[in-house]
């Protein structure tokens, strides 16, 4: 099992900068990529960012150019740098872990496209 716990939200101004971190503890072996998605009140939750193992990023268009996903795997931990938040970037980001298959470092991980989620962290920008 794996369990990731999310921190650095809060409420900020619009125009201003927070950075997630996402913390992941357990059997991490067999973790291969991570991101971040979000919810927004009455909305359905949405990829944000997601980073892999070797660092290959992608964004949703809405945050290109001032969002930046990183992780540090030595210490298990996920970040996410938000600049020039808009109100709209308002909502609750949750962090999320997904396995992949395969022989790491001496060990066999038997299964890909488990999923594991950090229990959110809330982000509110306001105008």
């Known amino acids: 099992q794996v369990q990731l716990v999310e921190s650095g939200g809060g409420l900020v101004q619009a125009g201003d900068s927070l950075r997630l971190s996402c913390a992941a503890s357990g059997d991490t072996r067999c973790i291969s990529a991570m991101g971040w998605y979000r919810q927004a009140p009455g909305k359905e939750r949405e990829l944000v960012a997601q980073?892999?193992?070797?660092?290959?990023?992608n964004y949703v268009d809405s945050v290109k150019g001032r969002f930046t996903i990183s992780r540090d795997n030595a210490k298990n931990t996920l970040y996410l740098r938000m600049d020039s938040l808009k109100p709209e970037d308002t909502a609750v980001y949750y962090c999320n872990a997904e396995t992949s298959a395969g022989s790491r470092s001496g060990y066999f991980c038997p299964r890909a496209g488990v999923n594991y989620w950090g229990k959110g962290t809330l982000v509110t920008a306001s105008s």
């Open positions: 980073i892999t193992t070797g660092g290959s990023t």
